[in-house]
């Protein structure tokens, strides 16, 4: 059976059915859409918004007109750029944007104060964008697989944050400004070019760190409450005096459930994913969160 295909300006056949519900929830992930339905953006009073998966090319300025959006799912698509009205979004909590074709990000997306979770992995970022250095309440940034050499120095500007993935980039020395980043709970820098680490101790909250495929030869020191991740991580765990930590999810599922909900790093219990394009949301295990 043949995925779905909407006009450009019309809601597929189903969407009132979908709203009816009550939720103020549209789901068009696996659809093909070019475009945005102008329709969709005259939904003024919608609150969760999936799009992934369906080959969405550009968005239009009219997504403005979605004050009420809390979570923007735009993850598998073929977006190179992002409009100005998708910065002007007051009440966005989670936005999903990985594994699109993005360079950067616009001046404005700094206006998103409410968000708390980013996931921009599997795109072309090839310097951090500085707009994000204002999200100051932002907790969880996902930004795996992208062209990486180095982190600003004003990162510690980020207070909130505390899931950083860094995975799949090019980082061939330890990022200083990480050293400042006390409150980080998860750090992931696997697959990059590192050799070394310094004293990673400064790090007083952290509680999971990755460096698995790297050229290095062993862990870094670290609090003995620290998981590791990585060449001799068993063995320098084995070493401590108290039993290892039970790691929680270095990945976390993507999460899809009320914005009120506290623990973003890894979804709450009866959060939720979405998996390969085109796949249906499905439920997940409950996991323990991390607290802020």
């Known amino acids: 059976m043949g995925i779905a295909e909407s006009t450009p300006d019309e809601l597929p056949s189903d969407a009132e059915e979908q709203l009816r519900s009550g939720e103020q929830q549209l789901e068009l992930s696996g659809r093909r859409l070019r475009r945005l339905p102008s329709a969709v953006c005259a939904l003024s009073r919608l609150q969760k918004l999936y799009v992934s998966g369906t080959g969405l090319r550009e968005l239009p300025e ?15 698509n073929k977006l190179e750029c992002l409009p100005d ?18 360079l950067a990000l616009p001046a404005d997306f700094a206006q998103l104060q409410s968000l708390r979770c980013l996931w921009i992995e599997g795109n072309f970022l090839r310097r951090f964008p500085r707009p994000l250095l204002r999200l100051v309440a932002l907790q969880s940034l996902q930004m795996g697989d992208n062209r990486l050499r180095a982190l600003p120095a004003e990162l510690p500007r980020m207070t909130g944050l505390r899931g950083l993935w860094l995975y799949g980039n090019r980082f061939e020395e330890f990022p200083p400004a990480l050293l400042r980043m006390g409150r980080l709970h998860i ?15 400064p790090l007083r909250a952290l509680r ?40 929680p999810p270095r990945r976390p599922a993507r999460a899809f459930e009320d914005e009120e909900e506290e623990d973003l790093l890894i979804g709450g219990a009866g959060s939720r994913t979405l998996g390969a394009p085109g796949d249906s949301l499905c439920a997940l295990e409950a996991a323990a969160g991390l607290g802020t």
Request: net charge negative; charged share 30%.
């Open 62 to 76: 009219e997504i403005e007109e979605l004050r009420e959006l809390r979570i923007l799912a735009l993850d598998f």
């Open 85 to 102: 009205g998708l910065c002007r979004l007051p009440r966005l909590t989670r936005l999903y944007l990985g594994g699109n074709r993005l």
């Open 187 to 201: 750090l992931d820098l696997d697959r990059n070019r590192l050799g070394g680490f310094p004293d990673l101790h």
């Open 208 to 247: 999971v760190f990755s460096y698995d495929h790297n050229p290095v030869t062993g862990p870094p020191r670290v609090a003995d409450t620290v998981f590791l991740v990585g060449e001799g991580a068993v063995e320098r765990m084995a070493e401590r005096d108290e039993p290892t930590p039970r790691p």
